[in-house]
């Protein structure tokens, strides 16, 4: 067994240099070490078990640029839609009947009042509908204090925001100049006083990113004391600027999975009792990519809800797998696919991360 994670078992300390030691591993047996040893303490500070959160693609319409994705604003070619409220209700109440518990809305990033009154609108929507129970994460980009203090009024209870990168050059690197990286770190810090579980997390894999840029992204999870992670690999979309800039730029598919539950296992020793999103994007790279993810340390899966026809319009990246299910047809595969694995499923439950608990408790 390789000598940092024989240290780590024994109760010692992840950091930096660990970090590296542990991204830098590639022999098969000493991955299988590393996937493992993050499972066991996902096991121990989570349990053997996993939450869903629907997914609701509300909207592709996005007033960002951002350089990586297929959705950014001056991509002409992307098929633009926005659900309607009844279609929101409809995958709400699908997520509520199947039990999943919470619903996550995710969108491109607006801010102009009538986005802002609708959001708020769809949120107060929801908890009617399924009667208060189920759980609100809202995931649709950077907004005012005052926006971020109404949805929450109106009933959601943990906010996605990814960072991307907590390198702030590299940020720069991969959006345009009006993006600024210090305004998503303010949102983030406005978030957490506002009380929501708040959510980050990066894209790795990209050209020109370092080891040490993600051994910082990691330890960056740890200062932002961070309750959620989302975070995944980076997947050319042929019709933005990233992918014209390095035409030739694609890490191989096995290497990036590879990379991407590295992440993953690294995040769950270094955070212990977060929670963790398997997500989409590694289902794309392996057909069993999300139960792999799950078996590094994750403990959130996120089945899509998002009525068939909007779905396949939501297009962040190449490749983007489960467009063509029902959602039925996805609760029932991945249900089953989670036990195959010797977990179970928390259903009708919000599924807050311990990590949350005990910071108010404390
Ligand atoms: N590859 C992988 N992830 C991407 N995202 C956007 N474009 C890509 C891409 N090409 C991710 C970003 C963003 C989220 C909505 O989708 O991390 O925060
Ligand atoms: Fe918009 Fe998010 Fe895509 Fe950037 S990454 S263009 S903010 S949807």
Not at 102 to 121: C, H, L, M, N, Y
Not at 332 to 356: C, M, T, Y
């Amino acid at each position: 067994m390789n000598a940092v994670l024989e240290k780590i078992r024994k109760g010692g300390p992840a950091g930096e240099e660990e970090l590296h030691d542990l991204l830098a591993l590639h022999t098969e047996e000493e991955l299988d070490a590393l996937y493992r040893t993050a499972y066991e303490i996902k096991c121990r500070f989570i349990g053997k078990k996993v939450s869903f959160r629907g997914l609701i693609e509300y909207s592709n319409v996005c007033t960002k640029n951002c350089y990586y994705c297929g959705i950014r604003r001056d991509n002409f070619h992307a098929d633009r839609y926005t659900m309607s409220r009844e279609q929101v209700y409809e995958a709400a109440s699908f997520a509520w009947k199947a039990s999943y518990g919470s619903v996550v809305i995710q969108s491109g990033e607006r801010s102009d009042p009538a986005f802002v009154k609708e959001i708020e609108t769809l949120v107060r929507g929801i908890k009617e509908l399924s009667r208060n129970e189920l759980g609100i994460t809202l995931s649709c980009g950077e907004q005012t204090e005052e926006t971020f203090r109404k949805w929450k009024e109106a009933g959601a209870h943990r906010y996605l925001l990814r960072i991307e990168t907590s390198d702030p050059v590299f940020y720069g690197k991969l959006h345009p100049a009006d993006h600024s990286y210090f305004q998503r770190l303010e949102c983030l810090k406005t978030l957490r006083k506002l009380g929501y579980q708040n959510g980050s997390g990066v894209m790795f894999g990209l050209p020109g990113q370092t080891q040490e840029q993600m051994v910082r992204d990691l330890l960056f999870f740890r200062e932002m004391d961070l309750d959620m992670i989302g975070m995944g690999p980076y997947i050319v979309h042929s019709e933005t600027p990233l992918a014209a800039s390095f035409p030739d730029f694609a890490l191989h598919k096995e290497e990036l999975f590879t990379l991407s539950l590295k992440m993953i296992a690294c995040a769950r020793i270094l955070l212990r009792d977060v929670n963790i999103a398997s997500t989409t994007a590694l289902q794309s790279l392996h057909p069993s990519g999300r139960e792999m993810g799950l078996l590094a340390g994750a403990n959130v899966i996120m089945p899509n809800c998002t009525p068939p026809s909007c779905k396949a319009s939501y297009d962040l990246y190449e490749g983007k797998t489960g467009a063509e299910k029902s959602p039925e047809e996805a609760r029932k595969e991945l249900q089953d696919s989670v036990e195959r694995i010797g977990e179970s499923v928390v259903f009708n439950a919000w599924g807050d991360s311990p990590h949350f608990a005990a910071k108010r408790k404390g």
